[in-house]
């Protein structure tokens, strides 16, 4: 993992931390991430495992169901029960250029 300041790759632990993070259900789970400095620019990164996204509470699966919908956006009118008017070809004549 390069640094994003630098793109140095030399780091050197200084400590760790406790990361809270959200699933589906509501329940929270506790991590400990890894700081790392790097020796170049000293800039201070955090080592996350690839189910959490930056700066989010929640993770990513959950992110990801939110985001994509279970069914589709565009629903039948059957599956909806609306029931629609009878309509004419005739009802459209004021849409005729004459």
């Given at each position: 993992?390069?640094?994003?300041?630098?793109s140095?790759?030399?780091?050197?632990v200084?400590?760790s931390?406790?990361?809270?993070?959200?699933?589906?259900?509501?329940?929270?789970?506790?991590?400990?991430?890894?700081?790392l400095?790097?020796?170049?620019c000293?800039?201070?990164h955090?080592?996350?495992?690839?189910?959490m996204?930056?700066?989010?509470?929640y993770?990513a699966r959950?992110?990801?169901e939110?985001?994509?919908?279970?069914?589709?956006?565009?629903?039948?009118l059957?599956?909806l029960?609306?029931?629609l008017?009878?309509?004419?070809?005739?009802?459209?004549?004021y849409?005729?250029q004459?």
């Open positions: 993992m390069p640094c994003h300041r630098c140095s790759g030399a780091f050197e200084i400590g931390r406790e990361r809270k993070v959200r699933k589906n259900a509501g329940q929270i789970e506790c991590y400990i991430t890894r700081r400095r790097c020796l170049v000293r800039k201070i955090h080592e996350l495992p690839n189910f996204i930056p700066y989010k509470r993770d959950t992110i990801e939110g985001i994509r919908p279970s069914e589709p956006l565009v629903l039948p059957l599956k029960n609306i029931e008017p009878n309509i004419q070809e005739s009802d459209f004549n849409l005729s004459d």
